[in-house]
Every structure is written in C-alpha cells, then in structure tokens.
C-alpha cells in the first residue's frame, strides 16, 4: 500500500474494526496511518457496491441512541458567496444550507446542490446524483462541499471534476474533519478517538497532508483552522466520555477558548479549504 498524498509505502495499521465506530459493521476494516505525513485511511476500502448501500439513506442514520437531528448550517459560507453567483454544493443532504443561502440571495434557481442519497433530493433545488455522474450545462462560480472530501473514494479525481465544473477562476471551499482536533491531541480522549473513526471516511486528513495533497495537484489553496465545537463540548467528553445534544455557544469564553487552540495550539476540529480554478483546469 502507498499514501495517496505523498506516495510514501511506510503505512502502518493503528486502528482495528472494535476501534472503530459501531465496529465497524462488523467488517473486516482498518485504519491505516502513512509514517511521512500522516494521512489516515479506511483499508481495505468499500467497494462502489458497498458505497451506494452505504449512501442509499445515509441521512436518516444517526451518530449515537438518541441524537436529536439538528439542521446542518454553516452560516460563514455567506461571506463566499456573491449576488447573482452560480452555487453548487455538493453532498448537500437536506439541503439545509442551500435553503438558507437561496432565502438571503437572488436569485434563488442559481443555488442548486446535489447529493447520493435519493431521499433527501427534491428535485427543486437539490438532486439525486453522485459527483461523477453530475453532467449539468453550465459552469459554477462556487462550489463547496461541508463534511464531505472525506467520503471520497477518489479525492484526485474529485478535485479534478470540482474543478472542471468552475468557471474560470471559480472558486472552491472544503469542510474537512482534522485529525489535529484538540481531543485527539491536546485532551487524548480515548473514548472520542473511537466516536472519530468513523467507517463512512475513506480518508483522514490534517493541515500537513492536506497542504501537500493540493499542492502536488498545482492547485493554490488557503487553509484555515476553524474550531466548530466549543468548551462545554470538550468538558461533556472529558468527564462524560460521551457525546450529546446540546452545543450551546458560550459568548466570549468560547470565542477566548476557539482562538487559544487554533493560534496557540495551532489545532482545531475542523480544517476550510479554500481555493480556486487556475491554469490547465
């Protein structure tokens, strides 16, 4: 086996299926860590088969007994995103994010997603394809995907079809799970390196891997640490060892606690991408 970031054969396994979440279905899978750069992966990997029943109503499974479904809005995506911009998202679930992005800009046909599984596409707005088979007549001047590189079966191939579905000098932005997140590295939370390992990611990805990914594509990005969950989240998993519906914001000790780990620590849960087309794209 070679890493698919940076080439190199000295992979090791770190993770069993009874390490990883729901063990793995019982599957014979392992998670693999690359001794150069870092970068995680599912091995062996699920066949397409196996993808599209994983992906067939992925929206009404849920992470833990009991998890309320809140709505999945990422409300800095606005400061991307231009009047009259021609908006892809993909893996776009419920739609949550395009709903609320065609309610604050015009006009509203211009902001579209896609995603595999068929029951959350209303054919209005978002619509039931995976990125390959997704052949539309015109050229997008954004495109974003939260939470969703880290599915990909094939992350070269994706970024190269991302890009083809810009215009020229369209941009891109990628919400990607870090594996540099404070209760992995900074906490070591046992209990949370299990909830982690999930088996829908292929791949597991930190700001060193990702940077060397692109920049072996040629393709300029920004990276940002970005920290979504805050000190009541870590203080449930440090004493409760578990996860939980309520992720309140607390004003300004959250935002005190966000930048100690993202510029102090230089870690954070949470890694945006951010990067447009360019040359031979």
């Known amino acids: 086996m070679n890493c698919i970031v940076c080439g190199s054969d000295l992979v090791r396994g770190v993770y069993g299926k009874d390490e990883i979440r729901w063990e793995c279905w019982e599957q014979d899978k392992h998670i693999f860590e690359c001794g150069i750069c870092k970068l995680r992966f599912l091995h062996p990997p699920w066949t ?16 833990f007994h009991g998890q309320v479904q809140a709505k999945r809005i990422t409300s800095y995506l606005e400061k991307y995103v231009k009047y009259a911009h021609l908006i892809l998202e993909i893996g776009c679930g419920v739609g949550d994010n395009i709903s609320r992005l065609r309610r604050k800009f015009h006009p509203k046909k211009w902001i579209i997603g896609i995603d595999k599984d068929p029951h959350v596409c209303n054919g209005v707005y978002s619509f039931n394809f995976g990125y390959e088979d997704f052949k539309p007549d015109v050229k997008f001047d954004f495109i974003y995907g939260i939470q969703l590189f880290e599915h990909i079966q094939n992350p070269r191939n994706f970024i190269c079809k991302l890009l083809f579905l810009l215009n020229a000098n369209g941009r891109f932005l990628l919400e990607i799970p870090n594996t540099d997140d404070p209760l992995l590295t900074l906490y070591k939370v046992e209990e949370f390196q299990k909830f982690y390992n999930i ?5 597991f990805y930190n700001e060193k891997n990702i940077r060397l990914f692109f920049e072996n594509l040629h393709v300029p990005i920004k990276v940002i640490r970005y920290q979504k969950y805050g000190i009541l989240n870590h203080l449930r998993w440090l004493i409760l060892k578990r996860p939980g519906n309520f992720h309140p914001h607390v004003p300004i000790i959250d935002d005190i606690y966000k930048y100690i780990l993202t510029k102090i620590f230089k870690i ?10 360019e040359g031979k794209y």
């Open 268 to 277: 954070s849960d949470t890694l945006i991408v951010i990067g447009k087309k």
């Open 48 to 63: 397409q088969e196996e993808i599209d029943r994983l992906y067939h109503n992925y929206f009404n499974e849920t992470d």
């Open 199 to 203: 088996p829908h990611h292929l791949f």
